[in-house]
């Protein structure tokens, strides 16, 4: 989090902080009651002078009206009683909030109850027999003392003890006068309760006030202890400024943070301190709260990131009066940001930039090329044989090999682009500055020459190629996902041609891309429309020539494209997986017609590679050959070499338990490849089939016969079958037929024909050259 967001309280900061701090009494910190018992004290101080007034002149006009009316001494003794009274209950209710609330009530209430009886002797010593003038007088400032019990609204106790012993001594002199009750008394009652009545409600009303302000000094107390926690716990920092955007409260964290103190920078601008910053400027021009601006700021100890959260200051009237905010010194937590993202950018293994940063570059890259009408290339790069590295030297000595690949990769291309890693042995290259189609081609050769070079380990050495494609923008497009589809479509076709092979995209690429989508579709559907065909080619014995089986060969009839070729479809079947299903219907197909043949008529249907890595082939093959009920000597299943280029165990034990079923296997192309010979005594295999090139190539060339004579030998050797393919003419069926090959297969006894057309071959034999009789 790079901000503090938090709320500034809305009271003023200076003011706040420039409160006393030291000792312990609340009233010295605050200068304001520290609890409610305090605030009523306080407010029945605050009231005593006024009440003392009104005793004092009550007192006055009542002894200069009795003046001649009663004996001196009487008079005078009462006058001293009450004053001293009044001056004691004074002096008690100016001190009564320096005691706490149970001392402080108990003396008003004490106090007004004996100042009110010395008021109510009044009445018997005085009004009985004194002229209707007199008595009105008399009777005006003992009302006018029953009013002063408003002053003692907050002490209850207090303020109905000197309402009721008044109104009461009043009451009982009226009765004493006049006999009976009377208007006058029944008034006076109803004074009486107006007066209490009042008292409650402004003790109610009062101690209301009393306890929000309570809760507010208690709120500012809780805030204020709480940022100057906030401020020495060096979280972070308060400011506040006048309208002029002029400091009047600075933190003292702020003046270590500038190098100067804070007298200096009280009434100085709060931008111009800062540097001046327009992003700040704009933000309190707006007289709108904010948070989260990042601002970098000079200092003496270098330049700092600060983030800084405000809230204007309205008046009541809503006038705009400044601001107040927090602010804090982010520069650590930018820099660890940084760090990070450094880190989230950038591949661990080699250093380069990862797959997200080679793609913000690409973006930014095209971005620039838009801008200056220029152009820039993207270049995909993928090793070549470097999986057998992992699986053969370990995963350390494959990242050793892949961080030299990068050193290498940095290395040839410099300053011209940015290399990055996009993931396993995969890596990209982002080139700038207008270069040409010939430099990059040029750029693409020296890379993949220095690749090349190999990389010593432990005494060998490791031998890994490069295959390269690249797009232009905006030649090839506009977008990143534009261009990043069409250099890996390159980088597709350069791979397929080999290795050691730079490639630069064209439209052609796009059209094949978007023509096998469109196979794959078609392919999706083609078993549902019965558009797969499956073709036998007879296969002959050399000894008698005659038809022995047939290899079933899979064909695709589509409705508009007519015949797909095997070598269009099955790749892209393989890819798909639907290679599981449309295997499954050929094998299930070829057992089917086959058990329409004589028994001993056996069938050759030919196994994808990836089909030997599914576990459930061994079951698919029992299925069929119990659907069929054919003998699983009849049935053989063809492979080639390359199924051992990958997962041979896994490949190997899938056979062994095709094997173990009866079913033959038969390797077939024989000598096209460069690792058979290591599992010819796996004793899987009881058929050796030699490749129609070795066929070919015998008539013309003596040591193409000696390598059949060879394999001839090795197959005997392991009790194997041989069977010829390829075979067109006489001359190679004698050819082959000499050499030891025990079966012939080849366009000399026909072609792939449909299921109806195998039948009439069964008993045929051919005559070609020397035929022993069967």
């Known amino acids: 989090m790079l901000h503090a967001p938090l709320s500034v309280p809305p009271y003023d900061l200076a003011a706040a902080h420039a409160a006393p701090q030291g000792g312990s009494s609340l009233r010295a910190r605050f200068g304001r009651a520290a609890t409610a018992a305090d605030a009523r004290d306080e407010a029945l101080s605050h009231g005593a002078p006024l009440l003392a007034a009104i005793g004092l002149g009550c007192t006055a006009l009542v002894a200069w009206t009795l003046i001649g009316e009663i004996r001196l001494p009487w008079l005078a003794g009462w006058a001293a009683l009450v004053l001293l009274i009044e001056l004691v209950l004074l002096r008690r209710r100016r001190r009564a909030a320096s005691y706490g609330r149970r001392r402080g009530l108990l003396w008003p209430s004490l106090g007004s109850g004996l100042h009110a009886v010395c008021w109510a002797s009044l009445p018997a010593l005085a009004l009985p027999g004194q002229p209707p003038a007199t008595q009105f007088v008399l009777g005006g400032a003992m009302s006018a003392m029953m009013a002063g019990a408003f002053l003692l609204a907050l002490a209850p106790a207090a303020a109905t003890a000197r309402a009721a012993i008044l109104a009461g001594a009043l009451i009982w002199a009226l009765r004493v006068a006049e006999g009976a009750v009377s208007g006058p008394m029944a008034a006076l009652l109803l004074y009486l309760g107006g007066i209490l009545g009042g008292c409650f409600v402004v003790e109610r009303l009062l101690s209301r006030q009393i306890e929000r302000a309570e809760e507010e000094r208690a709120r500012r107390e809780a805030t204020g ?25 600075v933190s003292p964290r702020i003046s270590l943070l500038l190098g100067r103190p804070t007298s200096q920078l009280l009434g100085q601008s709060f931008p111009v301190v800062l540097g001046g910053l327009p992003r700040l400027e704009a933000a309190l021009a707006a007289r709108n709260a904010f948070s989260g601006l990042e601002v970098l700021v000079q200092t003496a100890g270098g330049a700092r990131f600060i983030s800084l959260a405000g809230n204007p200051i309205l008046g009541a009237d809503g006038e705009f009066q400044g601001f107040r905010g927090v602010g804090s010194d982010i520069t650590e937590v930018r820099r660890s940001q940084e760090r990070l993202t450094h880190m989230a950018s950038i591949d661990v293994l080699t250093g380069l930039p990862n797959r997200q940063r080679m793609r913000e570059l690409f973006t930014t890259m095209i971005a620039a090329c838009e801008r200056t009408d220029s152009h820039c290339a993207i270049l995909f790069l993928d090793l070549d044989g470097f999986k057998p590295v992992n699986d053969t030297f370990g995963h350390p000595i494959g990242d050793a090999v892949l961080r030299t690949v990068a050193r290498r990769l940095a290395n040839e291309v410099g300053d011209a682009g940015v290399v990055g890693r996009i993931g396993g042995d995969e890596f990209a290259i ?345």
């Open 225 to 249: 202890l709480l940022l100057k926690e906030y401020e020495e716990q060096g979280a972070g920092w308060l400011w506040q400024i006048d309208a002029q955007y002029m400091f009047t409260y």
């Open 430 to 774: 982002a080139l700038g500055s207008g270069p040409s189609r010939r430099a990059v081609e040029e750029l693409g050769q020296r890379l993949i020459d220095a690749i090349a070079v190999p990389y010593p380990f432990e005494g060998t050495e490791i031998r890994i190629g490069l295959s390269i494609g690249s797009a232009f923008a905006p030649i090839d497009g506009t977008s990143v996902n534009e261009l990043l589809l069409k250099a890996d479509l390159a980088l597709y076709q350069a791979k397929s041609q080999g290795r050691g092979t730079f490639l630069h995209f064209d439209a052609k690429m796009q059209r094949d891309v978007e023509e096998r989508a469109r196979l794959e579709q078609d392919l999706r559907q083609a078993l549902a429309r019965n558009q797969l065909k499956v073709l036998y080619q007879p296969i002959v014995s050399a000894r008698t020539q005659a038809v022995v089986g047939f290899e079933a060969l899979l064909r695709w009839e589509h409705h508009s494209r007519g015949l797909v070729p095997p070598t269009e479809f099955v790749p892209i079947a393989e890819e798909t997986g639907l290679i599981a299903e449309i295997g499954e219907w050929v094998l299930k197909t070829a057992c089917e017609d086959a058990a329409q043949w004589p028994d001993h008529i056996a069938v050759s249907v030919n196994l994808s590679p990836r089909q030997l890595i599914i576990p459930a082939l061994p079951n698919a093959v029992s299925e069929a050959l119990a659907s069929s009920r054919i003998q699983p000597s009849r049935l053989e299943l063809e492979v080639t070499e390359s199924v051992f280029m990958s997962d041979s165990d896994g490949s190997l034990d899938v056979l062994r338990r095709v094997r173990s079923l009866g079913v033959g296997v038969s390797l077939d192309d024989f000598g096209t490849g460069y690792s058979s010979l290591g599992y010819l005594n796996k004793t899987i295999f009881h058929t050796l089939k030699i490749d129609g090139s070795f066929v070919r190539d015998a008539a013309t060339k003596s040591e193409t016969v000696s390598i059949i004579r060879a394999i001839v030998a090795l197959a005997n050797s392991f009790r194997m079958t041989i069977t010829a393919e390829g075979v067109e003419t006489p001359a190679d069926f004698e050819r082959m037929q000499a050499l030891g090959c025990h079966k012939i297969q080849g366009y000399l006894f026909g072609r792939p024909v449909p299921f109806a057309e195998t039948l009439p071959l069964v008993g045929v034999r051919w005559d070609f050259g020397a035929r022993r009789a069967g």
